[in-house]
């Protein structure tokens, strides 16, 4: 049984339970983790605070690698010894000790990890991305650097949930265009042309498309916008960001 791991009470950060039992550094984090901001270059947006809350972690903040993330299914190579790697929402990695970070609050931060070929991924999904194909992306930048497809251990962080995700007609068009009927199976209907939308269920089944074994597939379902009390829901107006961290061991 798959689940969270909280560390600290109230928690700050978790720990997915299958890539902890595999021995990945990792962090998803919460509100109550310390001093992160949005991603711009050239710094890592991590205060002091959270630099040595990612260090009690294993996670070491001077090589962090993140991305200013732009809602595409761009793939970017984490720079050797960390650092800004440019505008895209994939980043991989197969250089040990490098954290790859992917900030959310509400999106969907996906960790790939294939711990035979040594290849770590990271990707930022939200509605643009899924439509733009950035799972499926996010799979071939990982089998790109060395991974087997169903070889990946994947883990999807806290986001929001088809209980509190209501779109609008643009978007449900949006998925009609990228996806056709399959896409009814992530929809809701709802009030008026709005629907609900599945991203968990949607990204499940375009990771496996893309050769994901589902059993390898963590997803604890904790949404962002049911919770505000312990994590950002960008759609509850707030605007602080969560991270998800890993770093290959
Ligand atoms: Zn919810």
Redesign the pocket.
Known sequence: MKRLIPQGEPPTHYRFSGLAALGLPHITTTRHFPGVSSPSEPTAPFTAQAQHALRAAGLDPARVSYARQVHGAEILQAPRGGGYAGAGDVLTTTERGVPLAIFTADCLAITLWDTIARVLAVAHVGWRGTVKGVTAAAVRAAVDAGARADQLHVAIAPS??????EIDEPVLQAFGRAYGRRAQAWLEPARDAHAMLDLWTANEALLADAGVDPRQIENPRL????HPDLLYSYRKGNRGRLVTVAALP
């Open positions: 929001i949930g088809p209980c509190c995700y949404c962002t916008a049911c």
